[in-house]
């Protein structure tokens, strides 16, 4: 055998050895994430957070205090969420009493968020999160995600993924209705 034919194999060895280095130090950044913020579930208070709206007006959760709130986490190039934004502003139209919907727009700039808006024709509130602190506090790792928050400002539902009809949203604000 040449001296080539021993060093393949050992470099093979070395990248998977590699891989699987990174793989544990990626697992292992995601758990000190989760451990620092912990993980949210039914039952909990939601995160408190203040936000802007497309027009410039500060809103915090604590705001809805008393109505079930629908906050849905999305962006612009996320295609789930895009696929999702019609079928939530049609539920939204239907005026649910004592049901807010607030969509958080994660980590894009005003101007990103309300052209999608205004190319959309969407007509519920659009909160700005440019730096991701909203999200943060939701221990969010994927877009989009949904959580119904009941009056007393608990976490009722966790709905990760898309929305899958106006249907399936209808009856997530209903369940959140006071």
């Known amino acids: 055998m040449s001296r080539g034919a021993r060093i393949r194999p050992r470099t093979a060895l070395n990248a998977a050895i590699l891989i699987l280095l990174a793989a544990a130090l990626l697992y292992t950044l995601l758990q000190i994430r989760t451990d620092k913020q912990g993980i949210l579930r039914v039952g909990d208070a939601a995160p408190e957070f203040t936000a802007m709206t497309l027009e410039g007006e500060a809103v915090a959760l604590s ?40 969509a958080v727009n994660v980590g894009e700039s005003r101007g990103t968020a309300a052209g999608f808006v205004s190319d959309h024709k969407l007509t519920f509130p659009i909160l700005l999160d440019p730096s991701g602190e909203a999200a943060d506090s939701y221990g969010l790792i994927g877009l989009p995600r949904t959580f119904l928050i009941d009056k007393q400002g608990r976490i009722a539902q966790i709905v990760p993924g898309e929305l899958a009809s106006v249907d399936q949203i209808r009856e997530l604000m209903e369940s959140v209705r006071p």
């Open 63 to 102: 705001d809805y205090r008393g109505q079930g709130v629908m906050l849905n986490f999305w962006a612009s190039w996320c295609g789930p969420c895009v696929s999702e934004m019609p079928r939530m502003n049609e539920a939204y139209e239907d005026d649910l009493p004592g049901v807010a919907v607030l």
